[in-house]
């Protein structure tokens, strides 16, 4: 058992889970927390090895995700689906802290679906992401203000009312580094939305280390709520609301998966979650509270 610290919540010691392979045959360690119960990979990931997964690997070939094409019209259309759904539910259409629209930027925005609908609703939304691939297309493509850099060393000269990581924290090494630049990026009544994949969820403990989102190395970071809470608190954010959805049971599309789906959004048991959150230090507007 090694020593590790917990980034969420702080615990100084985090327990030893289990082993698994990437597609690639290396073997990766996850670790999880007995405090707030989110895991990990540790040792971390280097740089260098994530680079060499992103580009050669991820967005072009079969995951656990089943992206075997990401910029096909089919999953387009499937992501769109999926972050207009996360929007409603979020509360983003009836925050009035957003009614004016503003700046907007996406954190991981990968092809810039995201950041093209964000520019089609009226806002000048930008994106940015580490894979040459993805901003290229997201540039040359979809003529969108998209760059290629890492977020933590790219220096942005006005603040955004609106910064989005869709799925993109759990591929983060410091997830509180980029939180904590996020926090002088963001104007003081801005919002901050993540969706990440959910550790605490029914639908996870029945899949238990068979798990969709065990997706090594990719995923480094599996939060639980409370761990998700804590991070975000631990590094000047409040959270606003947090609501949790998906499955993973039956075939995309099937009855089963579609019955599954919404009782994993109707009693709160859905491994993927998405939390609205504004700076601690402005005070909690919205009445709507987070589903715990
Ligand atoms: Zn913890």
Redesign the pocket.
């Known amino acids: 058992m090694d020593n590790y610290s917990?980034i969420?919540?702080?615990?100084p010691r985090?327990n030893y889970f289990f082993s698994k392979p990437s597609r690639f045959g290396e073997i990766f360690h996850i670790h999880k927390?007995p405090?707030?119960?989110?895991e990990s990979i540790q040792p971390l990931p280097s740089d260098d090895m994530l680079k060499d997964y992103y580009e050669k690997a991820y967005f072009t070939t079969r995951t656990e995700r089943g992206y075997d094409n990401y910029f096909s019209n089919r999953i387009k259309n499937e992501i769109e689906r999926v972050f207009k759904m996360n929007l409603k539910d979020i509360g983003f259409f009836s925050d009035i802290t957003l009614a004016n629209k503003g700046l907007h930027l996406d954190i991981g925005c990968a092809a810039g679906y995201f950041t093209a609908y964000m520019k089609s609703l009226g806002w000048n939304a930008s994106g940015i992401d580490i894979s040459h691939i993805c901003t290229d297309f997201a540039r040359k493509k979809l003529k969108l203000n998209v760059i290629c850099d890492d977020y933590l060393k790219h220096e942005y000269k006005h603040k955004f009312n609106l910064i989005t990581m869709w799925a993109s924290i759990e591929h983060l090494s410091r997830p509180d580094n980029f939180i904590n630049k996020i926090k002088r990026d963001l104007t003081d009544d801005g919002k901050l939305y993540i969706s990440t994949c959910r550790a605490d969820s029914f639908f996870k403990n029945v899949a238990r280390k068979r798990w969709r989102y065990y997706n090594v190395p990719e995923h480094i970071h599996y939060f639980t709520i409370t761990?998700i809470k804590?991070l975000l608190e631990r590094n000047g954010f409040n959270t606003v609301k947090l609501f949790c959805y998906g499955s993973g049971f039956g075939k995309p599309g099937s009855f089963i998966r579609r019955s599954a789906d919404f009782l994993a959004k109707k009693i709160s048991a859905g491994d993927m979650m998405v939390i609205s959150a504004q700076k601690a230090r402005v005070e909690k507007r919205d009445a709507n509270y987070f589903i715990d």
């Open positions: 917990c969420c919540c702080g615990e985090i927390c405090n707030c119960g989110s761990g804590s």
